[in-house]
């Protein structure tokens, strides 16, 4: 059992810059796929990003690729988010899938998830 803790959300003018971080408070994650959702109000959640378990391999949503970039050590996973957008504004999940071992799309194969961080985005 893998407890996933996020981190560095807030409050930031169109623009400008947030780093997410996502540690593990019990157990570890070192060798699981990792991913990052978000969930923007009265909308389903969706993909943001993932990364292979040893963090060679990315994939990003097309609404955020060139301006997020996801990494990790051994125990922690981050989302470094750039010219962020007000359409940006969600609540951001790290989550892991320990069944896989490439990189994980479907959010359904994710086992793991945090409790989220608030991302909001002024125009």
């Known amino acids: 059992q893998v407890q996933l803790v996020e981190s560095g959300g807030g409050l930031v003018q169109a623009g400008g810059s947030l780093r997410l971080s996502c540690a593990a408070s019990?157990?570890?994650?070192?060798?699981?796929?990792m991913g990052w959702f978000r969930q923007a109000p009265g909308k389903e959640r969706e993909f943001v990003a993932a990364?292979?378990?040893?963090?060679?391999s990315t994939d990003y949503a097309d609404s955020v690729k060139g301006r997020f970039t996801i990494s990790r050590t051994k125990d922690t996973v981050y989302l470094q988010m750039n010219s962020l957008k007000p359409e940006d504004t969600a609540v951001y999940y790290c989550?892991?899938?320990?069944?896989?071992?490439?990189?994980?799309?479907?959010?359904?194969?994710?086992?793991?998830w945090g409790q989220g961080a608030q991302v909001t985005v002024s125009s």
């Open positions: 990364i292979n378990w040893s963090g060679r």
């Open positions: 989550a892991a899938a320990p069944r896989d071992y490439g990189l994980v799309g479907a959010m359904d194969r994710y086992e793991y």
């Open positions: 019990r157990g570890t994650f070192s060798r699981y796929p």
